[in-house]
């Protein structure tokens, strides 16, 4: 880490009390929508008071005054190879306040972040034999790029559902038409680990990003062939005009009629997978 940049040490017992109130602030709705299905009249005005209340809680800690019409987000912070000391080894933390919410940043080039920086260097770094250090901790030798090797269960017949899923199709995807066989793919119209078989007709070759649309549910086929699109997409990522238009259109068949897709199957994804 460079001194340009930050360190930014959590309390977890702060995090656990702004979880707590958030968790809190959000059951406020949450009763209230239960209760509006009494069928009480002013159950929606008072919800609509309390989810307002809600919203005024959140951005105490977002330190933001949003917009109504705001696509209302609650982001996070990722911490990429984090490291954990012993107990012995813990240090005190310069000006912290137990009622941080958020977190605390130092500037590594001046004080009391550059000490601090130091200390926890100190404590990270173990001398090897030959007088060298090694950042044991963080994962940094060059030995050390992957983790601890894991086994697998593979699902036998893959390879070869694949191959006859591209050969019936003529090797161009069932939507799209693509012809670069990179990047096609043998879908599942009802996935393996569900009950679904390596047979063709439980098979659609599609082009990767379609393929996973289609297992996310955003993509489907009818039992008719012709290809239905959500309209979550637009809602849930502001985006997706590409995939709509492809709505209405008949999918690409297998030549051969024992390959097409099985209307069953199809009809299992309509009523399983796809969100409408």
């Given at each position: 880490m460079s001194p340009s940049n930050r360190a930014s040490p959590s309390c977890s017992s702060c995090t656990a009390r702004t979880i707590e109130s958030l968790e809190a602030a959000f059951?406020?709705?949450?009763?209230?929508?239960?209760?509006?299905?009494?069928?009480?009249?002013?159950a929606p005005r008072t919800a609509l008071i309390r989810s307002k209340k809600c919203e005024k809680r959140v951005e105490r800690y977002r330190r933001i005054v949003s917009s109504v019409h705001e696509d209302y987000e609650i982001g996070c912070v990722l911490l990429e190879q984090p490291f954990f000391l012993g107990?012995?080894?813990?240090?005190?933390?310069?000006?912290?306040?137990?009622?941080i919410q958020r977190y605390r940043r130092y500037r590594l080039d001046q004080e009391p972040g550059l000490s601090l920086w130091r200390t926890v260097q100190s404590r990270i770094y173990v001398t090897t034999g030959?007088?060298?250090?090694?950042?044991?901790?963080l994962g940094e030798s060059g030995s050390q790029r992957y983790?601890?090797?894991?086994?697998?269960?593979?699902?036998?017949?893959?390879?070869?559902f694949q191959?006859?899923?591209?050969?019936?199709?003529?090797?161009?995807?069932?939507?799209?038409g693509e012809k670069v066989l990179p990047v096609l793919?043998?879908?599942h119209i009802r996935p393996y680990g569900e009950g679904g078989?390596?047979?063709?007709?439980?098979?659609?070759l599609l082009r990767r990003d379609v393929h996973v649309l289609f297992d996310r549910g955003y993509i489907t086929?009818?039992?008719?062939?012709?290809?239905?699109?959500?309209?979550?997409?637009?809602?849930?990522?502001?985006?997706?005009?590409?995939?709509?238009?492809?709505?209405?259109?008949?999918?690409?068949?297998?030549?051969?009629?024992?390959?097409?897709?099985?209307?069953?199957?199809?009809?299992w994804h309509n009523q399983n997978r796809f969100v409408a």
């Amino acid at each position: 880490m460079s001194p340009s940049n930050r360190a930014s040490p959590s309390c977890s017992s702060c995090t656990a009390r702004t979880i707590e109130s958030l968790e809190a602030a959000f059951s406020l709705v949450t009763r209230e929508c239960r209760s509006a299905s009494c069928g009480t009249r002013s159950a929606p005005r008072t919800a609509l008071i309390r989810s307002k209340k809600c919203e005024k809680r959140v951005e105490r800690y977002r330190r933001i005054v949003s917009s109504v019409h705001e696509d209302y987000e609650i982001g996070c912070v990722l911490l990429e190879q984090p490291f954990f000391l012993g107990e012995p080894d813990w240090l005190p933390v310069p000006d912290w306040n137990r009622n941080i919410q958020r977190y605390r940043r130092y500037r590594l080039d001046q004080e009391p972040g550059l000490s601090l920086w130091r200390t926890v260097q100190s404590r990270i770094y173990v001398t090897t034999g030959s007088g060298q250090l090694t950042a044991a901790l963080l994962g940094e030798s060059g030995s050390q790029r992957y983790g601890t090797p894991t086994f697998v269960r593979p699902r036998l017949g893959q390879g070869s559902f694949q191959v006859a899923v591209v050969g019936s199709y003529g090797r161009r995807c069932a939507i799209t038409g693509e012809k670069v066989l990179p990047v096609l793919e043998a879908a599942h119209i009802r996935p393996y680990g569900e009950g679904g078989e390596h047979s063709v007709d439980n098979g659609l070759l599609l082009r990767r990003d379609v393929h996973v649309l289609f297992d996310r549910g955003y993509i489907t086929v009818t039992p008719d062939l012709e290809v239905n699109v959500s309209k979550r997409l637009r809602a849930e990522f502001d985006n997706g005009d590409h995939y709509l238009a492809m709505s209405g259109h008949q999918i690409r068949q297998p030549s051969n009629r024992e390959d097409k897709p099985n209307p069953k199957l199809l009809d299992w994804h309509n009523q399983n997978r796809f969100v409408a």
